[in-house]
């Protein structure tokens, strides 16, 4: 299914980004609404979107406009507005993820670096 046009107004709200080592970072949207997040491919990563009033997000990977399936390992507690991912040995480059409550859209780039 092609995604574009996008139905949903995107969010220019920051996200939370939780690391495994503890460690954290607040992704801010770009120029094109898109919060850019760096990991390494042995590593955990959670995203933190911002839930209120009961807001259930749902989410998918755009590759060449088409809308997938989130990638292989990862997993959205909707309810919770958490996306967690660790990426698997050679899942390597960017990785395009959008969360829509089906009002809003949140678009994520994340690229694994070895």
Not at 4 to 30: I, K, T, W, Y
Not at 43 to 67: C, M, P, S, W
Not at 78 to 105: C, K, M, N, T
Request: hydrophobic share 45%.
């Amino acid at each position: 299914e092609v995604v574009a046009p996008f139905f949903a107004a995107p969010v220019d709200d920051a996200v939370r980004v939780q690391r495994l080592d503890g460690g954290s970072e607040v992704a801010a949207p770009n120029t094109s609404a898109t919060r850019v997040v760096t990991v390494r491919e042995d590593e955990r990563v959670e995203v933190h979107l911002d839930i209120a009033n009961g807001t259930h997000y749902k989410g998918f990977q755009v590759v060449n406009g088409v809308r997938r399936a989130l990638p292989l390992g990862s997993s959205l507690d909707s309810g919770a507005g958490v996306f967690y991912w660790q990426p698997a040995p050679a899942f390597l480059g960017p990785y395009r993820i959008v969360f829509s409550d089906g009002h809003e859209r949140i678009s994520i780039r994340i690229v694994v670096v070895p």
